[in-house]
């Protein structure tokens, strides 16, 4: 998992992301090999999110999805995976439905995802997934929001949907 966010690193915010992904994760018997964060930085989270592809076929992102300044997670994804930043025409819809009248530019930015990313199907807000074929297999990336409410729901929402995670049939034993 790729925890990002200056709040998580000064300590403004304790971390319950990676701790609640870890859970679902060993409910379904997936060995999660490494939490890291870093900070909101569009290298330092390209460079992580490259490094821990490297290592395993799955990665959970959490945070810099929003609409502040300093959410540059989407860019940082598109940048490493080289896709380019394209709105999204359901994800805008999503957006101008929530925001109504108050639907600024920089809440539409949450629109603009990487090339390809899939959009679950369902209430509320989705879950954003992305699929990187390779010929070393294939990877999977799922983008959660930051918040930890939100981020929990977007855990159970993916736990509950069949077939959409792999499930090595249940407890995951430490090594």
Sequence with gaps: MLLIGNELLSGKIRDQ???????MLRRRGIRLVEVCTVEDDLDAIGA?????LAR???????????????DVTMEAVARATGRPLVRDPAMETTLRAHFG????????????LPAGTKLSPGRGWPVMRLDLPGPDGDRRIYILPGIPELCLAKIEALEATPGELPDAGGWALER
Excluded: C, I, Q, Y
Aim: charged share 20%; proline share 5%; no cysteine.
């Design 101 to 112: 009248e108050r639907a600024t530019d920089a809440a539409l930015k949450m629109a603009d």
């Design 48 to 52: 992580a999110l490259l490094r821990l």
């Design 56 to 70: 395993t076929p799955l990665v959970f992102t959490s945070g810099g999805v929003g609409p502040t300044h300093d």
């Design 17 to 23: 992301n990676g701790h609640n992904l870890a859970l």
